[in-house]
């Protein structure tokens, strides 16, 4: 799955510019990502969600333990990868029917916190149990909200391309072919969402996140961690 944002929706987070600017790389354009997506990934489906947001994702190749899954609700797309072991007692607390997916209790989930404003944006996801990695975007507010699992079971990256543009994806080939070393793999346990300004961790919002510079040898920019944690936010590649 693929989700690209430009800097008017999504601010290229700091770590990842200073990254890129410490060991300079080939970069290319979020439009040449997005076609290199689409061709080398069998049966892709692309979408072009106003003028500054792209998203794409296929069916080839997915697990079968963490598929993935596409939805748009009343203006709220998400794509979804993975499975969520409670998904049946979450149906029961929004009140969805037995046939509703991952993807749209999701949906419902980012909705509910929405509407209830001021509320934790943290309630989301720390209710959710499985393996999992998610990208939202609502457009009725221009928010994006992004997340991972605690445990990174499901690979999730982020980058910026040459034109600043802030891509997610589950493939970090396909990001350092387009982001350098303005790189890094998502950290597990955390979210990101424009509406609160930045990375939390989910367990622990108050804890801060900060970005170690990666060595020179590795595929990342940086490492992102959680204070006070022993989450770290590099997978092994």
């Known amino acids: 799955m693929l989700g690209i944002f430009s800097s008017s929706v999504v601010s290229p987070p700091e770590e990842l510019v200073a990254a890129g600017s410490r060991t300079p790389s080939p970069k290319t354009t979020a439009g040449k990502l997005l076609t290199r997506f689409v061709e080398s990934k069998a049966s892709a ?21 963490y598929p993935r899954s596409f939805a748009v609700k009343d203006e709220i797309f998400c794509l979804f990868e993975g499975a969520l072991d409670n998904l049946g007692s979450l149906r029961q607390q929004y009140g969805l029917a037995k046939s509703a997916n991952e993807v749209i209790l999701v949906i419902e989930a980012y909705k509910a916190l929405r509407d209830r404003a001021p509320y934790p944006a943290n309630r989301v996801v720390c209710h959710l149990s499985g393996s999992f990695a998610f990208i ?39 990001l350092k072919g387009s982001c350098g070393k303005s790189l890094a793999s998502f950290p597990q346990g955390c979210f990101y969402s424009t509406a609160v300004g930045g990375l939390r961790c989910y367990e622990n919002p108050k804890n801060k996140i900060t970005a170690v510079p990666a060595e020179e040898e ?18 092994e590649y």
């Open 45 to 65: 489906v692309s979408l072009q969600v106003g003028e500054h947001v792209q998203l794409a994702y296929t069916h080839h190749s997915e697990s079968p333990w």
């Open 218 to 235: 590795e595929i990342w920019g940086a490492t992102f961690k959680v204070e006070g944690s022993a989450v770290l936010a590099a997978t």
């Open 136 to 174: 939202v975007f609502d457009k009725s507010t221009s928010t994006v909200f992004v997340a991972s699992d605690q445990a990174g079971k499901v690979p999730l990256y982020w980058g910026i391309t040459a034109d600043g543009y802030v891509a997610f994806a589950d493939d970090a080939d396909l």
